[in-house]
């Protein structure tokens, strides 16, 4: 059991992963990177000199992409151990359904508060920021399992409550200090939102998949 949770978590990590490197390839990072521009003017750098040259970009992208593959494996392993212990059925449908409420639990309800942010945007206390962002995780994600999981009435009260309680809670708000433009913050945070919903989906299917393609080749073996 335990090396089949591995097998599928890899392989969907990787395929999910290299999908995922080339989608932020094409959105997320010329964003980041034109705003690291707008970060080391604001420390009276020429433009010309904050450029990465071409190795260095290389080897950016590199670990960029090596990163994601892991981050996309991460996912792929929780969706499957999330299924097999509130004994779910394994198949790319319903695990990719599942990483669409894991998205809205860590992308969605989390960015209400904390939207994702580019280098040289204002921000708030690190501590602070963790500590809601990892309260209001887990609170949505067990109301959402809440409400689509469980029939007593009481649960799905709970799990509404859970869903909205952290929002009467939102971390202290900025000050106004940033150096990137409000227009590039706001289509970075669109974009990041996106490829973070792609992830998650991608890594549900393809783990549901590898799962369903490993236990059929165990059981033919057997």
Same mark, same amino acid.
């Given at each position: 059991?335990i090396?089949?949770?591995?097998?599928?978590?890899?392989?969907?990590?990787?395929?999910?992963?290299?999908?995922?490197?080339?989608?932020?390839?094409?959105?997320?990072? #010329?964003?980041?990177?034109?705003?690291?521009?707008?970060? $080391?003017?604001?420390?009276?750098?020429?433009?010309?000199?904050?450029?990465? #040259?071409?190795?260095?970009?290389?080897?950016?992208t590199?670990?960029?992409?090596?990163?994601?593959?892991? &981050?996309?494996?991460?996912?792929?392993?929780i969706?499957?151990a999330?299924?097999?212990?509130s004994?779910?059925?394994?198949?790319p449908?319903?695990?990719?359904?599942?990483?669409v409420?894991?998205?809205?639990?860590?992308?969605?309800?989390?960015?209400?508060?904390?939207?994702?942010?580019?280098?040289g945007?204002?921000e708030?206390?690190?501590?602070?920021r963790?500590?809601?962002?990892?309260a209001? $995780?887990a609170?949505?994600?067990a109301?959402?399992?809440?409400?689509?999981?469980? @029939?007593?009435?009481?649960?799905?009260?709970?799990?509404?409550?859970?869903? &909205? $309680?952290p929002?009467?809670?939102? #971390?202290?708000?900025?000050?106004?200090?940033?150096? &990137?433009?409000?227009?590039?913050?706001?289509?970075? $945070?669109?974009?990041?939102?996106? &490829?973070?919903?792609?992830s998650w989906?991608?890594?549900?299917?393809?783990?549901?998949?590898s799962w369903r393609?490993?236990?059929? @080749?165990?059981?033919?073996?057997?």
């Amino acid at each position: 059991m335990i090396a089949r949770l591995l097998a599928a978590g890899l392989i969907a990590g990787i395929v999910a992963g290299l999908a995922v490197a080339g989608l932020q390839h094409i959105t997320t990072t #010329p964003l980041i990177l034109a705003a690291e521009v707008y970060e $080391a003017a604001q420390h009276a750098h020429d433009a010309a000199e904050a450029a990465a #040259p071409a190795v260095e970009g290389l080897r950016r992208t590199v670990a960029t992409s090596l990163a994601t593959i892991a &981050v996309s494996a991460g996912y792929a392993l929780i969706l499957l151990a999330g299924m097999l212990f509130s004994g779910e059925s394994i198949g790319p449908r319903r695990a990719a359904l599942w990483g669409v409420c894991a998205f809205a639990a860590t992308g969605l309800a989390t960015s209400l508060g904390l939207a994702p942010q580019l280098p040289g945007a204002a921000e708030t206390d690190l501590a602070g920021r963790q500590i809601w962002w990892l309260a209001t $995780a887990a609170s949505t994600g067990a109301g959402l399992f809440a409400l689509l999981r469980l @029939d007593a009435p009481a649960a799905k009260i709970f799990g509404a409550a859970m869903i &909205v $309680a952290p929002h009467f809670f939102w #971390p202290t708000l900025a000050t106004p200090e940033s150096t &990137v433009p409000a227009e590039l913050a706001a289509r970075f $945070a669109a974009a990041s939102l996106a &490829v973070q919903a792609a992830s998650w989906v991608l890594a549900g299917a393809l783990a549901g998949l590898s799962w369903r393609l490993i236990s059929r @080749d165990e059981t033919e073996a057997a």
